[in-house]
């Protein structure tokens, strides 16, 4: 299977920023989509940002000219720089991931996965 590991989470005071990376290791043959997820307490999950294996992004209009979704598929990673962040921004950040990897007996499979999640916190 394909595993995600999420870093870069951390408490910032309101207006700071913080970079996150989701890091996708395994028997990966491609990475299609990666999504950026949050989900604050007691509130749904909400997407925040995609991009595609191509670099095309799209985001929540909430983060619009504040979030950067970018990757590096040469390293398998996926970042998200978080800019002037607002205290409802406090969240646990989720990446997820579909794509391409070589399952048993060597048959490629599709996979669809999720990191453990980081904690970003925003004092006001």
């Known amino acids: 299977q394909v595993q995600l590991v999420e870093s870069g989470g951390g408490l910032v005071q309101a207006g700071g920023s913080l970079r996150l990376s989701c890091a996708a290791s395994?028997?990966?043959?491609?990475?299609?989509?990666v999504r950026w997820y949050r989900q604050a307490p007691g509130k749904q999950r909400e997407l925040v940002a995609e991009?595609?294996?191509?670099?095309?992004?799209n985001y929540v209009d909430s983060v619009k000219g504040r979030f950067t979704i970018s990757r590096d598929n040469a390293k398998n990673m996926v970042f998200l720089q978080m800019n002037s962040l607002k205290p409802e921004e406090t969240a646990v950040y989720f990446c997820?991931?579909?794509?391409?990897?070589?399952?048993?007996?060597?048959?490629?499979?599709?996979?669809?996965?999720w990191g453990q999640g980081t904690q970003v916190t925003v004092s006001s």
């Open positions: 997820n991931a579909d794509g391409t990897y070589k399952g048993i007996y060597g048959i490629w499979r599709q996979f669809n996965s």
């Open positions: 395994g028997s990966i043959f491609s990475i299609d989509v």
């Open positions: 991009i595609t294996s191509g670099g095309s992004a």
